[in-house]
């Protein structure tokens, strides 16, 4: 069976003052649904790097990025934003959740792109809020919540168009540490029970630990099992 996500050689450089700086180098990777791998890496590894190309909001150098079969990069902006929207799901180490919106508005935000969240939209929304543990929550704005509260949020939020794919880049990393261990479950329990593809970033021994996958960005490659 082909891979959901298919990474072949990748290269990504940026200038520097002093000549140019390769992040990644011939770096590859393959994964399907289903499957959860945790990055970890020094500082200035590349670690967003890698998850930025990976989620189509920066191109690689060189190589190749396949998704579901899909090259993003081959795709226009308009076709771009539309397969980023669908196909993967983003969470951040700070949440960016809008804070003048709701829980739930912001859960529906990814829904606008479609032209407007639907009733069942709103269904899905408020499903999944309760699947975070904040039933009663949907109505606070993110001001009102508390920091893990806030990540449940954003990771509802990262779920509601269903995407197969979804980034983490570092999604314990402002959390106290109880709060961190339940967001690292909810993460892993939703990964599991919708089959998605997850790949987080994470300085965090604790969080990776509790992955069935974690690799090491070692000189601008993914060396796996680290
Ligand atoms: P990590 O997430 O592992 O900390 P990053 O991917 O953020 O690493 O950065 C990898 C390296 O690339 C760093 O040396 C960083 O300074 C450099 N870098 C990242 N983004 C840019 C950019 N837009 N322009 C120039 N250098 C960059």
Redesign the pocket.
């Known amino acids: 069976m082909p891979s959901d996500l298919v990474v072949r050689a990748l290269r990504k450089e ?3 003052p002093s000549g140019t ?1 390769v ?1 990644l180098d011939g770096l590859s990777l393959a994964m399907s649904r289903g499957e959860a791998l945790a990055v970890m ?10 998850l930025y190309i990976l989620g189509s909001l920066e191109s690689p150098t060189a190589g190749a990025v396949e998704i579901c079969g899909q090259d993003p990069f081959a795709l226009g902006p308009a076709g771009l934003a539309r397969f980023r929207n669908r196909s993967v799901g983003f969470v951040f180490q700070d949440h960016h959740l809008l804070p003048q919106c709701t829980s739930l508005e912001n859960v529906l935000v990814p829904t606008l792109a479609r032209g407007g969240a639907s009733p069942e939209d709103a269904v899905r929304a408020k499903d999944l809020l309760g699947r975070v543990g904040l039933a009663e929550r949907m109505d606070r704005l993110p001001s009102e919540l508390s920091g893990g509260e806030r990540q449940r949020v954003a990771i509802a939020r990262a779920l509601i168009n269903s995407p197969p794919v979804v980034l983490a880049d570092e999604p314990t990393g402002n959390l106290d540490r109880r709060s961190a261990r339940r967001v690292g479950s909810l993460l892993l329990e939703l990964q599991r029970e919708r089959d998605i593809l997850l790949i987080a ?1 994470t300085h965090s021994v604790d969080l990776a630990a509790r992955f069935p996958e974690r690799a090491e ?1 070692v000189d601008g490659r993914l060396e796996r099992g680290a």
């Open positions: 940026y200038p520097h700086l992040v890496g020094p500082s200035g590894s590349g670690k967003s790097t890698l970033v960005l």
